[in-house]
């Protein structure tokens, strides 16, 4: 994390990180209607553009084909403000993503352990090339064991998502985006 836990100015975009199942895609669409921000997931945006499952892109071109693609992607929307970013768990591991991110979005960590992450990832059915093979658990420790600290450094703030629901964790993000007026409305008297 950055020391001061908070991006340098009021934030004007959120960007969601963390690994497979921390639920990106889920907070970031109730962080967005809850700022009236526009929400991009990434891997949906890309299924939507190029017509393929992210699975497929893997399959023909490679992980490299779909990272050029993310990276594509995230320069897009990196450059407006009034969003609500969820990209894929591996994007901003990969190297000059970090510096894509520019100084201004709140990037928050959305911390899920690697047994919950593949409970999750299971339980809705999603395909991740990343997971397959006969031990998703020991892969996913793996690949977090080298993701965490990167995750680390880039976010400003962290939550623990494993015990918490989509709502409790998109309540905690508002309040560092949506800051309480400090005088409220005057409560109107009886009389
Ligand atoms: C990936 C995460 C996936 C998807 C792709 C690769 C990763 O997105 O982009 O399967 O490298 O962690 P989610 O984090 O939304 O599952």
Redesign the pocket.
């Known amino acids: 994390m950055t020391e001061s836990g908070t991006a340098s100015t009021t934030p004007r975009r959120v960007v969601l990180i ?5 639920g ?2 889920t907070v970031g669409r109730l962080v967005a209607r809850g700022t009236g921000w526009r929400h991009v ?3 949906e945006e ?1 299924q939507r553009r190029t017509g393929r499952t ?2 497929a892109i ?1 399959a023909e071109g490679g ?1 490299a084909a ?1 990272r050029r693609m ?1 990276r594509a992607l995230a320069a897009e929307w990196l450059a407006e403000s009034g969003v609500v970013l ?6 901003v ?1 990969q190297p000059g993503s970090a510096d894509q991110l520019g100084r201004d979005p709140l990037v928050v960590w959305l911390r899920v352990s690697p047994e919950e992450a593949v409970r999750r ?1 299971l339980a809705e059915g ?6 397959a093979g006969t031990d998703p658990v020991a892969r996913a420790r793996e ?1 977090l064991r080298e ?1 965490a600290p990167i995750y680390e450094q880039v976010s400003h703030l962290v939550i623990d998502v494993n015990r918490r629901s989509p709502d409790h964790v998109a309540r905690e993000i508002l309040r560092r985006v949506r800051p309480r007026p400090v005088d409220g409305p005057v409560p109107e008297r009886d009389g």
Do not use: I, N, T
Not at 18 to 22: L, S
Not at 86 to 91: K, L, M, T, Y
Not at 126 to 131: H, I, K, M
């Open positions: 963390g690994f497979m199942g921390a990106k895609s997931d990434f891997d890309l992210v699975p893997f992980e779909f993310e969820s990209p894929g768990g591996g994007w591991v990832v999603g395909d991740r090339p990343l997971l690949l993701r």
